[in-house]
T-cell receptor, first 116, second 111 residues
Framework: DPKIIQKPKYLVAVTGSEKILICEQY?????MYWYRQSAKKPLEFMFS???????DNQTASSRFQPQSSKKNHLDLQITALKPDDSATYFC???????????????FGKGTRLTVV | SQWGEENLQALSIQEGEDVTMNCSYK?????VHWYRQDSGRGPALIIL?????REKRSGRLRATLDTSSQSSSLSITAAQCEDTAVYFC???????????FGQGTKLSIKP
């Protein structure tokens, strides 16, 4: 059974619209992340959350807003969508964020977003 | 090698052969993660090597790390068809949980 659930698996959106990508993890982890993978760039870190608090934001645009309603949820809201936002977005989690230890980061299967 | 502006590399070998994938990194790291990604799936960690380790083995996998040259390698012995995947190296920024991935190597194993 998948331990990190991302919904939907595929998403087609119109330019200028808004979408929310859903992520739930059932690994009991305290840290959650969003990464993006496109044809033009390698896997790219976007955000990290620890205990539902934003810890690191590497996304230049404020159009990307993570939302954590529960400890094991980290959704990603994207507004004013552009064709360049087309990519696969991966949610990930780890036991703890850093704290001097290297812990495995687990990834979900991703949401493939296409903006037309 | 993977990193920087290099395009995704592709390697194709016969089943049973050995293969080595290289990775060079630019930023300071205390660990190198090696992930594999199967088609339609997210990356999965296969081996992690810390800066105080020169070599790490796990089954048919062997990772090396040379912090002086900021490079790492992943070797697979006696490759099997199920090893077909894209392999990424990633560094971790000061234990912050933020992984910086290389471009990846697409490995194809032919029967």
């Amino acid at each position: 059974d998948p331990k990190i659930i991302q919904k939907p698996k595929y998403l087609v959106a119109v330019t200028g619209s808004e979408k929310i990508l859903i992520c739930e993890q059932y690994l009991g982890h305290n840290a959650m992340y969003w990464y993006r993978q496109s044809a033009k760039k390698p896997l790219e870190f976007m955000f990290s959350y620890s205990y539902q608090k934003l810890m690191d934001n590497q996304t230049a645009s404020s159009r990307f807003q993570p939302q954590s309603s529960k400890k094991n949820h980290l959704d990603l809201q994207i507004t004013a969508l552009k064709p360049d936002d087309s990519a696969t977005y991966f949610c990930a989690s780890s036991q703890e964020r850093g704290q001097g230890r290297h812990t495995e980061v687990f990834f979900g299967k991703g949401t493939r977003l296409t903006v037309v | 090698s993977q990193w920087g502006e290099e395009n995704l590399q592709a390697l194709s070998i016969q089943e049973g052969e050995d293969v080595t994938m290289n990775c060079s990194y630019k930023t300071y790291t205390t660990v190198v993660h090696w992930y594999r990604q199967d088609s339609g799936r997210g990356p999965a960690l296969i081996i992690l090597i810390r800066s105080n380790e020169r070599e790490k083995r796990s089954g048919r996998l062997r990772a090396t790390l040379d912090t002086s040259s900021q490079s790492s390698s992943l070797s697979i012995t006696a490759a099997q068809c199920e090893d077909t995947a894209v392999y990424f190296c990633a560094t971790e920024n000061y234990n912050q949980g933020k992984l910086i991935f290389g471009q990846g190597t697409k490995l194809s194993i032919k029967p």
